[in-house]
């Protein structure tokens, strides 16, 4: 009986543990969407400009970021300080990705992965539809991204896009929040990683 109970203990502990916060508690329910859509990014004729503050390891930078989509599944993204040095400079064309330029301080390889993968999951238009799941207020939909998951959180009325979440199997990684105010521009983005010691803020520019 004491082994039963135990073996039953780890049995839920294990359980518990492998499950993800962001289903918790959730009712998935049948869908007939092929893909949820991400429409911040997806103007051409839309120089999408943000005041950006990036923190890394303790290390903060500040300047300007530009999201420039180029092509069908091309977008290009630069930070620069107030005064117009380039800080970095990527190109994402489909699944490659192009360093064009970055300041040594942010030029090691770990760091240039996770930017690369914020960057890539900011500005991604489309995934494709695993499952679909609601809570009171959200339509969650589970797309894959490699070894990963994201998770895009609809608001139920308007059916506007406020969260991404980017998972494992069992642990959340990455948390991408927007707030908007005109539809398909985010006014504010915040990117911020569960696990290493890396946020994103970025503020719409205003023209004075």
Known sequence: MIRFLAISFLAIVTLASCSLKTTEGLRQVHF???????????NPEIDYVYKAKIEVYKKNFGGILIIKKTGPESHRVVFTTEFGSKLFDFQFEGDTFTKHFIVDDLDK?????????????????????????????????KTTSGDRFNFYFLEDETEQLQKIVNTTKTKEKVEID?????GNIADFISIKHKNIKLSINLEKFKNE
Do not use: M, W
Not at 32 to 42: C, I, L, Q, R, T
Not at 120 to 133: F, I, M, T
């Open 32 to 42: 007939n969407k092929e893909a949820v859509g991400n429409p911040y990014f997806s």
């Open 178 to 182: 927007f707030t908007s105010h005109e």
């Open 109 to 141: 390889k770990f760091i240039v992965n996770i930017l690369k993968d914020d960057f890539r999951l900011l500005v991604n238009e489309k995934a494709q539809v695993l499952a679909v799941y609601e809570s009171e207020n959200h339509r969650i939909y």
